[in-house]
């Protein structure tokens, strides 16, 4: 019996997604449009020119700069450890930076073109950096659960701006974008919670649940991209390694089909934008068509 618990409880081991070319800047191939619907996730080679890296490069150390005392911020790093995990959102706002990546860079048209959708609004951006050093991970979760929505074409595209080997990449639960149950979000932060939570469970930890299941990870270079549903499992390691940072860009994509779901629960972001109508479209001045 002891035996058997152990067997439970050894971490899966994640199989290696593979990576697609684009045609073009901001056309994936078919293929990858393909492997989207079917895996929930889609890995793309070199989507982003090294301009593109750099300006988000360059943003986000303005971000760091200017993050202390913005509501949007939360910096997690554990007693003793000289790394940290820092969370910002909706850049866009403030630092031009990130205001020229969710207009003028290929992201939206990627994004729209990847769900097979009209057209596309922004909802948001944020970014992660976990510098080196840093035990803090991503616990497992799906981001629709944080979102006050409804409906099927909602995305995130999450550029790497620095090498993300298998120690520090993404993990996700193959096909998960098609489960039906349901589960509460969970702050990236272990001290904090969300307030009024659904009567849900939290979701499981993939990597040692029991079950015929398959856990999917990518290795990226700077430029590479991950798109992915919203309702993907999906989780992250911290930052092991003795010298590399783990930075990336995450904007986050509504197609034709989103409506607004007013939920009752505390959701991330917390900003719900302007005038919003339950069952109405998402569209206002900080959720803003771009195509």
């Known amino acids: 019996m002891a035996a058997q618990s152990a067997e439970l409880s ?26 989207y619907a079917r895996d929930g996730v889609v890995c793309l080679r070199q989507a982003f020119s090294s301009q593109w890296v750099d300006i988000v490069s360059e943003g986000m150390e303005t971000a760091i700069a200017k993050g202390v005392g913005r509501d949007t911020v939360f910096n997690i790093a554990a007693p003793g450890e000289p790394g940290f995990f820092f969370y910002d959102s909706f850049m866009w706002k403030h630092i031009d930076a990130f205001r020229r990546f969710v207009f003028e860079s290929p992201a939206p048209e ?35 659960a944080y979102w006050p ?26 096909g998960s974008h098609r489960r039906t149950d349901q589960y509460r979000s969970v702050h990236f ?33 700077p430029g590479d991209c991950l798109i992915f549903h919203n309702r993907m499992h999906h989780s992250a390691p911290g930052n092991s390694l003795k010298a590399t940072r783990r930075r990336a860009l995450s904007t986050c994509w509504f197609g034709d089909d989103i409506t607004y779901n007013d939920k009752r629960q505390e959701c991330d972001p917390e900003y719900r934008g302007e005038s919003l109508v339950h069952g109405g479209s998402m569209e206002c001045d900080t959720f803003r068509r771009v195509r």
């Not at 944020?126 to 981001?143: A, I």
């Open 189 to 221: 932060d272990p001290e904090l919670s969300y307030a009024d939570p659904p009567p849900v469970p939290s979701p499981p930890n993939w990597s040692v649940e029991p079950g015929e299941h398959e856990l999917l990870y990518a290795p990226l270079e």
């Open 110 to 144: 990627l994004a729209r073109r990847i769900m097979r959708s009209e057209g596309v609004l922004l909802y948001f951006d944020f970014m992660l950096v976990k510098e080196p050093g840093t035990s803090r991970g991503t616990p497992w979760h799906y981001d629709e």
């Open 10 to 35: 050894s971490p899966r081991v994640p199989s290696e997604l593979s990576g697609f070319d684009i045609i073009r800047e901001g056309v994936p191939c078919a293929e990858a449009i393909d492997a």
């Open 149 to 174: 929505i409804h409906g099927d074409q909602a995305c995130n595209l999450w550029l790497a701006v620095d090498n993300i080997p298998f120690e520090t990449g993404l993990r996700f639960l193959q």
